[in-house]
């Protein structure tokens, strides 16, 4: 059972950056796919970036193309978001999950789930 822990979540204003990280244990985060979701307040969860576990390739949500971007750091068995020109709309609870698959981006195809972390951005 892998387990996950995110942290680096914060209040920033509109602009900030902030990076968020996913400590694994009990896998590899290169071994399968990796994702981040959020949710805000009143609304559903939805995904926002995820790289896969054999290429690396990355993928986004349409609104945080060009303003996030995942990573993993093998060595450290961690994954990053970072989250940079940082907008209100952004405020949410980021998730950290990892696949069943190599390559994942539906909710269905995540198996295990952080507890989440708080973004809270003020304009």
């Known amino acids: 059972q892998v387990q996950l822990v995110e942290s680096g979540g914060g209040l920033v204003q509109a602009g900030d950056s902030l990076r968020l990280s996913c400590a694994a244990s009990?896998?590899?985060?290169?071994?399968?796919?990796m994702g981040w979701f959020r949710q805000a307040p009143g609304k559903e969860r939805e995904f926002v970036s995820a790289?896969?576990?054999?290429?690396?390739?990355?993928y986004y949500v349409d609104p945080v193309k060009g303003r996030f971007t995942i990573s993993r750091d093998n060595a450290k068995n961690t994954v990053y978001l970072q989250m940079n020109s940082l907008k209100p709309e952004d405020t949410a609870v980021y998730y950290c999950?990892?696949?069943?698959?190599?390559?994942?981006?539906?909710?269905?195809?995540?198996?295990?789930w952080g507890q989440g972390t708080q973004v809270t951005v003020s304009s």
């Open positions: 999950a990892a696949a069943r698959l190599s390559v994942a981006t539906r909710m269905m195809d995540f198996a295990s």
């Open positions: 009990g896998r590899t985060v290169s071994s399968y796919g």
């Open positions: 790289i896969s576990g054999s290429t690396g390739n990355t």
